[in-house]
T-cell receptor
């Protein structure tokens, strides 16, 4: 149980375009979803926390207008990278936690590799 | 503020040998502690967690970790390493928000 999926697994886009990444909880209701960014050989950096039906809370230094997060349902959150630039190339990972799972335990998706050319 | 330190960036171990990965944390209250493993290009898989109770925690794949409050540590151990254990290991602390250590890369030699 507690499976989280991400789509797409890999995406290549041109500089200046926008790309949307989906994060779904497949077998539980995710009241909270988290978006992380991971650079090569580095740790995960929390970008934002989103609660279903509320605006996301962004970490310091993360541009909310560039990284749009929507958590419209208890099973889906999306991250849209707007006007992408090569420096946005990274591995993006989502996680989810919810009232039907063990408190404070986050379940991670498989990640999305974004390459901006 | 919460934080995690993983002192070892890279560890090489022979197959069949024991493995210990160090983790020190800083947290204002009783910590919620986690160990995750990540294979290249993949997401994170939870190995084990500590919330309360028995300070020696058993996880999946033969891993265990011991919570030592006096040392602010949560070290991960495995008695006999398999080649498939080669991966990146992350220690994390937190409740609603997790803070991750920098990770330890484990290489297993035949």
């Amino acid at each position: 149980g507690a499976v989280v999926s991400q789509h797409p697994s890999r995406v290549i886009c041109k500089s200046g375009t926008s790309v949307k990444i989906e994060c779904r909880s497949l077998d539980f209701q995710a009241t909270t979803m988290f978006w992380y960014r991971q650079f090569p050989k580095q740790s995960l950096m929390l970008m934002a926390t989103s609660n279903e039906g509320s605006k996301a809370t962004y970490e310091q230094g993360v541009e909310k207008d560039k990284f749009l997060i929507n958590h419209a349902s208890l099973t889906l959150s999306t991250l849209t990278v707007t006007s992408a630039h090569p420096e946005d190339s990274s591995f993006y990972i989502c996680s989810a936690s919810g009232h039907s799972t063990i408190s404070y335990e986050q379940y991670f998706g498989p990640g999305t590799r974004l390459t901006v050319t | 503020a919460q934080s995690v330190t993983q002192p070892d960036i890279h560890i090489t171990v022979s197959e069949g040998a024991s493995l210990e990965l160090r983790c020190n944390y800083s947290y204002g209250a009783t910590p919620y502690l986690f160990w995750y493993v990540q294979s290249p290009g993949q997401g994170l898989q939870l190995l084990l967690k500590y919330f309360s109770g028995d300070t020696l925690v058993q996880g999946i794949k033969g891993f265990e970790a011991e919570f030592k409050r006096s040392q602010s540590s949560f070290n991960l151990r495995k008695p006999s390493v398999h080649w498939s254990d080669a991966a990146e290991y992350f220690c994390a602390v937190g409740a609603n928000k997790l803070s991750f250590g920098a990770g330890t890369t484990v290489t297993v030699r035949a």
